[in-house]
């Protein structure tokens, strides 16, 4: 399989505080790889250096082999990578198909175009990434009304508008009702599997991570302390320690 | 030397007279996010009510320290008293409307203010009478200085003394400062909210007030001295960092020495050299000198705007029968009447292109007026200086005002809410300062005349014709755009910039290039607008002029394309009509302003839209 993200020495330090330090990783083609650790352990730090939101002070983040170290998040867009929020970003004031419409929009480089209308420009791709989702009925409803999930998944199908190569998606079931939780789930991972898309999540839920990741790594308190196949994980102490607290490791 | 000294003695007493009227200013704002337009007026009803309260004095109080002192101070008193209630009633009911609303309402309270303060007190210049025990002047450093300057300069420094005592040592203070940090947990503390603010008003006033009345011996009190207080005061708040106090006095002492030594080195770009330090400031240090980013309001999160549909079928079918109206009519009507509409239509597009931005672009522009004067200035000085024709005229009037707008909006788009606000209001006077000083070019205050229309186009009636098309055209052409890829891109930036960033959205320069556009078709209105004088002048970049577009846009209703239009109309009319109709036009536009603020949020096409919508469903 063929690595898509390479992120080696990652480090970053809001005043005194090393919220992210030394981290390395890879992420593979069609591969499911979950981030997890407590709060506080530099989950969203270490995923917002990823695409750009945050200039790490140390370390690279390689795409496809090419380096994409501190870029703005909308050139790291162009080269082919998706993003889901942990709260929602979508446009408020469109519908579920112009903000889809919008992602291809801009995909195909046409943003400053001043006469023809959006709304009639990418109209079947639109629908065909919200069929994918299982938004299509929801195509003329205003984003703003829509039900937390249906946001979720909105943000999903504005994700795979550019054909990405990689997604991230910050706690894609946070604020979900556990069957929505796994539906979502399984429709990124088989997509993930169907285009060869390699995905990173971070989740707070345990049973969606073991249940979907192809791999986990652990980070506590900026550091990396566990990587492997979920069993090895779940079967790791110092992983369980994290998660559980000290007091049962040590009696 | 000696005249340098002077000069700085004087900067410091005018910075201190300034500090008193800002420090009102950011507390106000730093509590309650207002930003308060009516604070001068209050500044000039402190000076009326002190030259009330101490030239009309019993007979025995007359002349007396105590008559004058004691008449300053409870001037200060009501002034602040009067703040409370203008807080009480109209205020308190607009906290959680958008800011542009709050201001609107302000300026509402500043119209009312000036006709009420006019039938009181009259048109004329009052003068007041000197300061007991402060009269004449004192040896300083073997200098000739004014006395009450003197005791100018102290004031400052005494007013912010005692307000950090306040605010340091009491617990009233220490609550304002912590609901200037975060409003909604002062709130979820179980602090009453509502007498805090209205306490706030009232400090603020009498802060205003207490200003006013300090300027008796020093100027006459007159009816300009409302807007031209607030425009100072502004600068300084914004130049220190909206909230901070400490901000406030260093921003005073800065832009009075300013204005003092000024006038000795450059005193042709004085007027420029005040907003070229705050936009300098702006730029380097977005939030002030002493600011710092504020809090986002938590919750209090304006409902999203709403999606912009096609346009409905009346709507279109009453456009085409208001156009049919324009094109048939006019040749029935007197000249007077349809260089009437020639005025409408030009700010039918003036008020669009303010919308384009402001609307789905979410940015506040304060000083739109700077491209509708660069379009009016563009056409005109290739008229006075080249004699061109009226087409180069008109087709330079876009241009000059768009490669102002890039030229501006390159620094404006950077910032939001009430910095980019302030800022673009620094460069519109920037720009009407250049109008208004550089005379060999541009006639200063005599403005360009002969400014005419060529032959073929000499009618009132064939130049509303043309007018019409353009004016139409334009404002058709913005519609169009906001629908296009180009309008949902900036939709898009201002629903959300974190949205758009993640999808390759350049919200920086998506911004930049409508604010340029905008600016355009501004420019083209402008251009317009000269022809049909014949003539151009300062007044046409003036602070007034950006703020009637704002009135236009937020009357009409921001949320709307078809806002603007109807706002311009409806504001334009108004305004014309009122002041052939009555003496108290201003008391009457500041009423109804405030009376739409209250009851019509959205704006009239809002209203329309609502009823049309509850009709239906």
Known sequence: ?251 | MEDLLIQALNGLASASSLFLVASGLTVIFGVSRIVNFAHGSFYMLGAYLGWTLVTRLPEGLAGTPFGFWGGVLLAALITGLIGMVVEMLLLRRIYGSPELFQLLATFGVVLVVQDLALMAWGPQDLLGPRAPLLRGSTDLLGLRFPRYELFLICVGPVVLGLLWLLFHRTRWGRLVRAATQDREMVSALGIDQRRLFTGVFFLGSLLAGLGGALQLPRESVNLHMDLAIITEAFVVVVVGGLGSLGGAFLAALLIGELHAFGILILPKITLVLVFLVMAVVLVVRPHGLLGRASAPVRGAAAAPDPPVGPTPRPLVIAGFAALALLIVVPPFLRDYEVSILVDLAVFVLFAASLHFIMGPGGMASFGHAAYFGAGAYGAALLVKHLAAPMGIGLAAAPLAAGLLGLAFGWFCVRLSGVYAAMLTLAFAQIAWSVAFQWVEVTGGDNGILGVWPAAWANTKLVYFYLTLALCLGGTLLLRRVVRAPFGMALRAQRDSTLRAEAIGIDGFRIRWLAFALAAAMAGIAGGLFAYAKGSVFPTYLAISRSVDALLMVLLGGVQTLSGPILGAIGFAGMQEQLMRASDLWRLIMGGVIIALVLFFPQGLAGAVRRLWEGRRA
């Not at chain 1, 943003?111 to 009639?120: C, G, K, N, Q």
């Open chain 1, 1 to 251: 399989m063929s690595v898509v993200l390479e992120v080696e020495g990652l480090a970053k330090s809001f005043g005194g505080v090393r919220a992210v330090q030394g981290v390395g990783f890879a992420v593979d083609a069609g591969e499911m790889l979950a981030l997890i650790g407590p709060n506080g352990a530099g989950k969203s730090t270490c995923f917002n250096m990823l695409n750009g939101q945050l200039r790490p002070d140390a370390g690279r983040v390689r795409l496809l082999g090419r380096d994409i170290t501190g870029m703005v998040p909308r050139r790291v867009w162009r080269l082919g990578v998706g993003r889901t929020f942990q709260i929602t970003a979508t446009f408020g004031s469109m519908t579920v198909r112009e903000n889809v419409q919008m992602a291809l929009l801009s995909h195909a480089g046409r943003l400053l175009h001043l006469w023809r209308p959006a709304t009639d420009a990418f109209v079947a791709e639109a629908d065909a990434l919200l069929a994918r989702v299982g938004m299509a009925e929801q195509a003329d409803r205003v984003s703003a009304i829509l039900a937390y999930g249906d946001l979720k998944r909105l943000e999903l199908a504005i994700a795979l508008a550019n054909a990405p190569r990689l997604l991230l998606m910050d706690e894609p079931t946070a604020g979900m009702a556990p069957r929505e939780r796994v539906a979502l789930m399984e429709l990124t991972a088989g997509i993930a599997r169907e285009s060869g898309i390699a995905v990173l999540f971070t989740e707070h839920d345990m049973d969606v991570v073991f249940a979907h990741a192809d791999r986990i790594i652990v980070l506590d308190r900026g550091r990396l302390i566990a990587e492997g196949a979920p069993p090895a994980v779940r079967a790791n102490p110092e992983v369980q320690a994290v998660y559980l607290g000290a007091g049962l490791v040590h009696g």
